[in-house]
């Protein structure tokens, strides 16, 4: 049995007052993939995140091997996020307003043409610093356009009874993506170096934008005021994350262990060219080995009801991130062989906290939004608890060059502070 994605909103007010006739008491995965629209939607979604993360890892390789200056790639992993995130409330009125489908396209369409830029800047030898940050500053002010287009198209595309396991695919979609854009960065880079790694990441996120091409996108909400002014609409989006306390905690809490995560995404390359004397193929495969836990785990943590539990999730998650940092840490001292089964182990950790993190997070989200403000809200939320990753890459590169393990500590600290603001910051219930 099918169900339309239009008439089984899960935000909807239409959508939860008709769950029990859409939708069969049957929770299961084949029931979620039985609405129609899903499966595209999933498929669509994978390719898309997968060229975000080859491109996310393949930039921060790319710079290291190309300029030999951690302190670079911090600073463009930094501009690689940050604008993005800097224009998100903008960003979420759009969404509101514009149609979801819609904008996220645009951005796949901004991501391929900003690569094939990239593409031709490399293949010519006219990169420099100076051209590279611009352009990477530039081509991230469409992102929340689809990283938060896509999280909100996920309930809206299934009933209030599919919504755990639609987190599920969510979570381990990304952690799919996670297992195939690091390899695919690894060995790309290695094989056709950095300008092919570009010109195939763009060809991703085309496919990605033609596979959703004939969606159907959910209609806006009743209240999103389309008539007020967007500048306006995006203050008032800021506004009300900043004033619900629900949204407000996990901000504290998710930017806090974010910041931790950021040091990671440029401490461990480092750690794996400097102590180990392994290849860019090698920080893939890493990479690649905690996406594959992580879909796994997210699988798992789909079919458990998160009602009650969430912040238990939440933190649970950041505990074991904490743990796996700690790992990572005593896997830069280790001796050679000790060390590699250590470092294998971290990435282990790190993927089975990802996925109760993710789930527990975006079930608090949704259950304690309103509606009519999802678009905005989760567009400003995302923005708020990702601004921590940029800010740590950032910091990473100076904290790198004088002590790779200095910066995983640092990371364990964060990610731990981020765990204990988890339960001072977000209400039990909102």
């Known amino acids: 049995m099918t169900t339309d994605l239009i008439e089984t909103s899960g935000v909807s007010e239409a959508g939860q007052a008709g769950n029990t006739v859409a939708a069969t008491a049957d929770a ?6 039985g609405v129609r629209g899903f499966p595209q939607l999933a498929a669509g979604t994978v390719l898309a995140r997968t060229a975000g993360t080859l491109w996310q890892v393949a930039l921060v390789l790319f710079v290291l091997q190309r300029f030999h200056s951690p302190e670079l790639a911090g600073v463009t992993a930094f501009l690689s996020v940050a604008p993005g995130l800097a224009v998100s409330p903008i960003a ?10 819609r904008m996220i396209l645009v951005d796949y ?10 593409f031709a800047l490399t293949a010519t030898n006219h990169l420099a610093p100076a051209t590279l940050l611009p352009l990477v500053a530039v081509s991230s002010l469409t992102g929340p356009l689809s990283s938060s287009g896509i999280r909100t198209l996920f309930p809206r595309a299934v009933p209030r009874t ?4 639609a987190n599920g695919v969510d979570s381990g979609s990304q952690a799919l993506a996670t297992v195939l854009g690091p390899a695919l960065a690894g060995l790309l ?3 056709i170096g950095g300008a092919g790694t570009f010109l195939a990441t763009a060809g991703l996120y085309v496919v990605s934008g033609v596979v959703l091409i004939g969606l159907h996108d959910p209609p806006p909400e009743r209240g999103t005021q389309p008539e007020v002014a ?5 203050w008032q989006a800021l506004v009300f994350v900043l ?15 974010n910041l931790g995560f950021g040091l990671l995404t440029v401490a461990l390359p480092v750690l794996v060219f400097s102590h180990f004397h392994w290849g860019t193929a090698a920080v893939g495969e890493l990479w690649s080995l905690s996406g594959l836990i992580t879909v796994g785990a997210g699988i798992l943590a789909g079919r458990v009801s998160t009602e009650g539990r969430e912040r238990r999730m939440v933190a649970f998650g950041m ?8 790992v990572l840490l005593l896997a830069s001292v280790a001796a050679a062989l000790l060390g590699t089964v250590v470092l294998i182990a971290a990435m282990v950790l790190i993927g089975a906290g990802s996925a109760p993190l993710d789930v527990g997070l975006f079930a608090l989200r949704q259950r304690r939004t309103d509606p009519a403000w999802f678009g905005r809200a989760v567009a400003v939320s995302m923005s708020l608890n990702f601004a921590g990753q940029p800010i740590g890459s950032a910091l990473a590169g100076p904290i790198v060059q004088r002590s790779v393990p200095l910066a995983l500590a640092v990371a364990a600290i964060l990610s731990l502070l981020g765990c204990v603001v988890t339960y001072l910051a977000i209400p039990k219930a909102g």
């Open 109 to 118: 369409a901004v991501a391929a043409v900003s690569l094939v830029v990239l």
């Open 230 to 234: 967007l500048g306006r609409s995006a």
């Open 319 to 326: 505990g074991v991130l904490a743990a796996a940092c700690s």
């Open 243 to 257: 004033r619900h306390p629900t949204l407000r905690g996990i901000m504290f809490s998710l930017s806090t262990s």
């Open 92 to 101: 979420g009125a759009l969404l509101d307003r514009q149609g979801r489908l």
């Open 162 to 165: 599919l919504w755990d396991r």
């Open 189 to 191: 880079l290695a094989a």
């Open 28 to 33: 299961s995965y084949g029931a979620l993939f």
